[in-house]
């Protein structure tokens, strides 16, 4: 049984070792720059602004630990948040649980945040972790859909595709991350739901245990950086907050 009189401590895991082949090649997309610094920094700093993260552990790719280490030391986050950088899996799923082993036993909330994420504002990281402090066991950020979704059987790319279903879009959402969660909870999944089984993300593999899963308003700035359009949606952003609201 936790103790009611500790503190609850919260910490952030972002898994960093994709490649992101669709913004072309080069580095990895965490690294890419934007506005002159690499996504990755700008995501470590988006959950260390909340006063409620004491730690950020980044993975990092399998064998480049040590670089990104190098490379966020050089972007300091100051005495209140602690940084960690691990290496990575081969897969989302293995990054995770490995920046989940290397959280200590003082730690009850866990984020897992996208590094292609970079620019989520503070509003919504605290209210991922308030949510999951009121008793959440798992919460995501996300925003109601715009567009009309299509449910199409698949074919080979080019290929015109059937429609074979239209969901309700009233009841569908887009998700974004931080993803938050009982710290219990999210380990728990990790090592009960074998990878490959379906889930796209971790709220999908509490989702398998059969756990509650709720939402949470997300931000529309909180978009992920996939495409080369992204960038130059996030670089606009970023210019913005940087003449308005005095942002680094």
Known sequence: ??????????AAVIPAAGRG?????GAPKALRALGGTPMLVHAVRAMAASRAVSLVVVVAPPDGAPEVR???DAYPLGDRTDLVVVPGGE???ESVRLGLAALPDAIDV???HDAARPLVPVDTVDTVIAAVRAGAPAV???LPLADTVKQVDPQPQGTPEPVVGTPERARLRAVQTPQGFDLHTLLKAHDTVVEGEGATDDAGLVERLGEPVVVMPGHEEAFKVTRPLDL???EAVLARRRATDGYV
């Not at 049984?1 to 919260?10: A, K």
């Not at 082949?21 to 090649?25: I, N």
């Open 70 to 72: 190098h490379l966020l």
């Open 91 to 93: 897969t989302r799923q």
């Open 1 to 10: 049984m936790s103790d009611p009189s500790r503190p609850i401590r919260t």
């Open 140 to 142: 995501v950020p996300a």
């Open 21 to 25: 082949v669709r913004l072309g090649p």
């Open 232 to 234: 130059v949606l996030a």
């Open 110 to 112: 866990v984020l897992v």
